[in-house]
């Protein structure tokens, strides 16, 4: 007949719940590492969103004439209202869009200096109790002639 050790009966399964430990915190660090990179990889796909955007409207602001630039391209402007219904509001995937254009006129007439800024609400973000929105913001300067 043998003898028992009753100093050894379950070390075999404290080793399984101490492995099974060690993987779930694993697990665990692995699906937060996975949620910031999918925050990452989307806040990276809104600014360069918003980059596109603000170069197209540039790029249309510097085919126009200078002198008009301020009229068309502002807030109120005919051009500017066409551009921010039709291309921001209607094709892009930035929610809650504000895009605002300032104009700094030179000394001369033929250069103005123009800064876009264009902020969005990001998708299910929110912080704290207080459920604020979160908001991405663009903003590029650049000098028209």
């Not at 796909?45 to 197209?56: G, K, S, V």
């Not at 051009?79 to 104009?103: C, E, H, Q, Y």
Request: overall charge positive; aromatic content about 8%; cysteine-free.
């Amino acid at each position: 007949m043998m003898k028992k050790n009753s100093g050894q009966s379950g070390y075999v399964l404290l080793e399984a719940l101490v492995a099974m430990l060690i993987f779930s915190l694993g697990l665990l660090g692995l699906i937060g590492f996975q949620a910031a990179s999918t925050k990452i990889a989307t806040d990276s796909r809104f600014r360069t969103e918003a980059a596109m955007l603000a170069d197209e409207l540039l790029a249309k602001m510097a085919a126009s004439e200078i002198s008009q630039v301020e009229a068309d391209y502002a807030v109120g402007g005919s051009k500017f209202k066409a551009w921010l219904n039709g291309r921001v509001k209607g094709g892009s995937r930035l929610s809650n869009v504000d895009v605002t254009p300032t104009f700094v006129r030179s000394a001369t007439s033929t250069t103005m200096l123009v800064t876009l800024r264009i902020e969005w609400t990001m998708p299910g973000a929110t912080t704290g109790s207080d459920s604020r929105e979160v908001k991405g913001v663009y903003e590029t300067t650049t000098l028209l002639f």
